[in-house]
């Protein structure tokens, strides 16, 4: 078996096994297994102790190449509406926020030369976590004040992202797709001078497939690349629509959320070969819903040796 099954098959007898002793179920909603890469970096600890450890922590605290200045002319979110489920600004020393920092720190490790990665957050079905995961993770990227952040909510359908963060009535990237705003004006900044929130938008006429199709999406990636080191888009479910075949190829990588007891396996199976039929890079995944041991995180190995085995 792969690591994701092991993953839900550990996860599953951890909560059995919460539940005869009589402790809380509580869940989590990310993670990260430090089994497979090593213990998570302490960056006070003395260079002399290894040359790994002080490449590791040199790669999350120094300062990336810049990216292009870039003045956004939208109204900043305040923090009296950010959403409760954003666990990593309203609490920032839970454990669920340190899990989503190891998210995090797995991202910044994996990319050592610090060039921009604009990463889609997936998922198989609705009501996986997918939204709140961007969330979290967006924030606590942010949290590194070196590093220029950016959310960007393109499920046009549901619009959850851009409902969360109460931006329901600005303009989006539908305006911007269709020409009639820059991208300046639609970024919002959120809380932090570092972390800019791009949201849907309004529709009007045109339909999801259309915007998507348009000759600006490459654009918009394009300069999104440009002005930012890290961007988190979320999309609509892979078995919903098939936006996510337009939106992939102009991402450097997709994360798959996966939520315990509710993904079914199958399902998830066809995804993950629909995505590298289409050449799609999976980075990862996130599974979520899970208790504090379990295992919930895994790099995308076992999805280029044939899927989820």
């Known amino acids: 078996m792969g690591r994701i099954a092991e993953a839900l098959k550990r996860a599953q007898q951890e909560r059995e096994r919460r539940r005869h002793v009589g402790l809380a179920d509580r869940t989590d909603p990310v993670g990260i297994d ?154 919002i900044p959120v809380v932090r001078e570092n972390l800019h929130f791009i949201p849907t938008g309004r529709l009007d006429k045109a339909s999801p497939s259309d915007l998507l199709a348009s000759n600006q999406m490459a654009e918009v990636f394009r300069e999104i690349n440009e002005r930012y080191h890290y961007a988190l888009v979320d999309t609509p479910p892979l078995h919903a629509c098939a936006d996510v075949g337009l939106i992939g190829p102009l991402c450097h990588s997709l994360l798959i959320v996966i939520r315990m007891n509710h993904t079914p396996e199958p399902l998830l199976r066809r995804s993950v070969k629909m995505l590298q039929a289409n050449h799609l890079m999976i980075a990862g995944c996130i599974l979520a819903g899970v208790s504090d041991d379990a295992v919930n995180f895994s790099d995308g190995q076992d999805f280029y040796n044939g899927g989820p085995q």
């Open 34 to 187: 430090w089994r497979q890469t090593g213990s998570q970096p302490n960056c006070t600890e003395s260079p002399t102790e290894g040359s790994a450890k002080s490449s590791l922590c040199e790669m999350i605290i120094k300062p990336p190449p810049p990216r292009k200045s870039f003045a956004v002319e939208a109204e900043p979110i305040g923090v009296e509406v950010i959403d409760p489920h954003i666990l990593t600004f309203h609490e920032p020393t839970s454990g669920i926020a340190e899990k989503y920092r190891s998210v995090r720190t797995r991202l910044v490790t994996n990319n050592p030369s610090g060039s921009t990665r604009i990463h889609a957050i997936i998922s198989t079905l609705r009501q996986e976590g997918r939204t709140v995961t961007v969330a979290n993770l967006g924030f606590s990227l942010a949290e590194l004040k070196h590093l220029r952040v950016a959310m960007v909510d393109m499920d046009f359908r549901q619009q959850g992202l851009t409902r969360m963060l109460k931006a329901d009535d600005r303009p989006g990237i539908a305006e911007v797709l269709r020409g009639e705003k820059r991208l300046a004006e639609v970024c």
